[in-house]
Nanobody, 125 residues
């Protein structure tokens, strides 16, 4: 059974950093893109990134390029989202999800079929 488990959220001051983890079971991160999405209080879910371990490049929402980066540990079947220069508007529940190989589905939420339960990030001003 495919499962994704997020961790690493917490409370951080504006300007700080956090690294989120998405541990995957039931499939390998080389065969699928791993998306990151977030949902702020009272708002809809928005795309953050698709992490690509299939040879192509990862994709990022334009507004987050430069502040957020990614890495992966293939042996641990885990992807990471490094978030720097955090702002209060980054406050949200962050989810990882299974997407298409090579992030072929882009950042379209409908292209992701298995989701984790999320990890909460709170950025204080």
């Amino acid at each position: 059974e495919a499962q994704l488990v997020e961790s690493g959220g917490g409370l951080v001051q504006a300007g700080g950093s956090l690294r989120l983890s998405c541990a995957v079971a039931g499939f390998t991160i080389v065969d699928y893109g791993i998306g990151w999405f977030r949902q702020a209080p009272g708002k809809g879910r928005e795309a953050v990134a698709c992490i690509n371990n299939s040879g192509g490049g990862s994709l990022y929402a334009n507004s987050l390029k430069g502040r957020f980066t990614d890495s992966s540990n293939i042996a641990k079947n885990t992807v990471y989202l490094q978030m720097n220069s955090l702002k209060p508007e980054d406050t949200a529940v962050y989810y990882c999800a299974r997407g298409a190989w090579n992030c072929a589905g882009g950042l379209n939420e409908g292209e992701y079929d298995v989701w984790g339960l999320g990890t909460r990030v709170t950025v204080s001003s």
